[in-house]
């Protein structure tokens, strides 16, 4: 299901008319994750008639959870008889679900703190970075999924308290540096998986500004482009990617439909509230067409479309007023993804309220919610932007 997501996510068809050969239909989608359980099963010596596979959101256009349930008989202690009585067949079960988590954006700083750098921190696959290695790292993820390929972020800025653990864990200069010596602690260097990459990223990662660090860990790669690891330059490269402030960092991030003036509050609050800069982009595309004075026949007003009573709760005096609203937005997307665990239902519960969303934790049977939403994903995978989820795995029972 990781994998075959941003197929989902895909346009059904190609600017052109023509159908995306990329797209994946939910059938297809759910039958591969359903063979897949079945292999995996096989591969352990489990017959498939032990195996039962169901999807919890399964009325959701995109489902990211996988329930499986494997039965089996319990081999009694000796003597199967009990005074004078056949002993009952016992059976048992064993129920896993594997999901993509929660986004726990409250618990992750906004600042780096304790290393070599004290600048803002943007957050990819739950790791800090600055925030030009996370504009430089998303051009870099969307060139590697136009090759097949799905990077993961196994580790970013990491502490000098955070070095020193795992230093006193692993205590081997050649693999982990110690303490204070780690280019981790300038948040420039990234951990960068899985196995099957190393490949594409030791001939292409170049051309985004990242180098192997070591020739002996074809997994670290570091950001090698000014300002320079744990400078002073370095600390001054602002929420929207700018060194010292000056100018739009050039906006990599966003897709290239985004008007130029709403580029750098995008960035600022994307970067601010941790939500990705290229969702909400989709988004203001999808609400008013970038048009900060629109309105609806509904009530909803500016940019953003906030409706009176929740641009109050969000503080938002003036909902035609760009940036504040872009900033609002930000807020808004933020809360509801640590609510409802993922940008689907986020978006969905925007457009529809959270209440509906809450009741069948999928992506309500509204028609134009369904469209809202398939709207801004499908503006996200034109843009390579599509954001894939990690997904954990725990046992029930």
Not at 110 to 118: K, V
């Given at each position: 299901?990781r994998?075959?997501?941003?197929?989902?996510?895909?346009?059904?068809?190609?600017?052109?008319?023509?159908?995306?050969?990329?797209?994946?239909?939910?059938?297809?989608?759910?039958?591969?994750?359903?063979?897949?359980a079945?292999?995996?099963?096989e591969?352990?010596?489990?017959?498939?008639?032990?195996?039962?596979?169901?999807?919890?959101?399964l009325v959701?256009?995109?489902?990211?959870?996988?329930?499986?349930?494997?039965?089996?008989?319990?081999?009694?202690?000796?003597?199967?008889?009990?005074?004078?009585?056949?002993?009952?067949?016992?059976?048992?079960?064993?129920?896993?679900?594997?999901?993509?988590?929660?986004?726990?954006?409250?618990?992750?700083?906004?600042?780096?703190?304790?290393?070599?750098?004290?600048?803002?921190?943007?957050?990819?696959?739950?790791?800090?970075?600055?925030?030009?290695?996370?504009?430089?790292f998303?051009?870099?993820a969307?060139?590697?999924?136009?090759?097949?390929?799905?990077?993961?972020?196994?580790?970013?800025?990491r502490?000098?308290?955070?070095?020193?653990?795992?230093?006193?864990?692993?205590?081997?200069?050649?693999?982990?540096?110690?303490?204070?010596?780690?280019?981790?602690?300038?948040?420039?260097?990234?951990?960068?998986?899985?196995?099957?990459?190393?490949?594409?990223?030791?001939?292409?990662?170049?051309?985004?500004?990242?180098?192997?660090?070591?020739?002996?860990?074809?997994?670290?790669?570091?950001?090698?482009?000014?300002?320079?690891?744990?400078?002073?330059?370095?600390?001054?490269?602002?929420?929207?990617?700018?060194?010292?402030?000056?100018?739009?960092?050039?906006?990599?991030?966003?897709?290239?439909?985004?008007p130029?003036?709403?580029?750098?509050?995008?960035?600022?609050?994307a970067?601010?509230?941790?939500?990705?800069?290229?969702?909400?982009?989709?988004?203001?595309?999808?609400?008013?067409?970038?048009?900060?004075?629109?309105?609806?026949?509904?009530?909803?007003?500016?940019?953003?479309?906030?409706?009176?009573?929740?641009?109050?709760?969000?503080?938002?005096?003036?909902?035609?007023?760009?940036?504040?609203?872009?900033?609002?937005?930000?807020?808004?997307?933020?809360?509801?993804?640590?609510?409802?665990?993922?940008?689907?239902?986020?978006?969905?519960?925007?457009?529809?309220?959270?209440?509906?969303?809450?009741?069948?934790?999928?992506?309500?049977?509204?028609?134009?919610?369904?469209?809202?939403?398939?709207?801004?994903?499908?503006?996200?995978?034109?843009?390579?932007?599509?954001?894939?989820?990690?997904?954990?795995?725990?046992?029930?029972?």
């Open positions: 299901m994998d075959d997501l941003p197929r989902l996510l895909a346009p059904p068809t190609l600017p052109s008319g023509l159908p995306n050969p990329a797209h994946l239909e939910k059938a297809a989608y759910l039958f591969r994750a359903r063979v897949a079945v292999e995996v099963a591969g352990n010596e489990i017959a498939a008639g032990r195996l039962r596979v169901s999807f919890p959101d959701s256009f995109a489902p990211v959870r996988v329930k499986a349930v494997v039965t089996g008989g319990l081999e009694l202690s000796a003597g199967g008889k009990k005074g004078g009585e056949e002993r009952p067949a016992v059976e048992a079960s064993a129920i896993a679900e594997a999901s993509a988590p929660a986004t726990s954006i409250g618990s992750m700083p906004t600042m780096a703190s304790g290393g070599g750098y004290s600048g803002p921190l943007v957050y990819r696959d739950g790791e800090g970075m600055r925030p030009d290695v996370a504009a430089a998303d051009r870099m969307a060139a590697a999924s136009a090759a097949g390929l799905t990077l993961v972020v196994n580790s970013g800025f502490s000098d308290a955070e070095q020193a653990a795992l230093f006193a864990a692993h205590p081997d200069p050649r693999w982990v540096a110690p303490p204070g010596h780690s280019l981790h602690r300038c948040a420039t260097e990234l951990d960068l998986g899985p196995e099957s990459a190393y490949a594409w990223l030791a001939a292409n990662a170049s051309r985004f500004g990242f180098v192997q660090r070591y020739s002996w860990e074809a997994w670290h790669y570091g950001y090698d482009r000014p300002p320079a690891p744990c400078s002073a330059a370095g600390n001054a490269v602002d929420a929207g990617g700018a060194s010292g402030g000056d100018g739009d960092f050039a906006g990599a991030s966003l897709p290239s439909f985004v130029p003036q709403f580029r750098a509050p995008l960035l600022r609050a970067n601010h509230w941790n939500v990705s800069a290229a969702l909400l982009a989709a988004q203001l595309m999808a609400e008013s067409n970038f048009n900060p004075y629109a309105g609806s026949s509904a009530g909803a007003q500016g940019i953003a479309q906030f409706m009176p009573s929740t641009a109050a709760a969000y503080g938002l005096k003036d909902p035609f007023d760009a940036e504040e609203a872009i900033d609002a937005q930000a807020h808004l997307m933020s809360d509801l993804i640590r609510q409802f665990g993922s940008a689907q239902l986020a978006l969905a519960a925007y457009n529809a309220g959270p209440a509906p969303v809450e009741a069948c934790h999928c992506v309500p049977a509204y028609p134009e919610t369904q469209a809202y939403v398939s709207r801004i994903l499908a503006l996200l995978g034109g843009t390579g932007a599509v954001f894939v989820p990690t997904f954990e795995v725990r046992l029930i029972a």
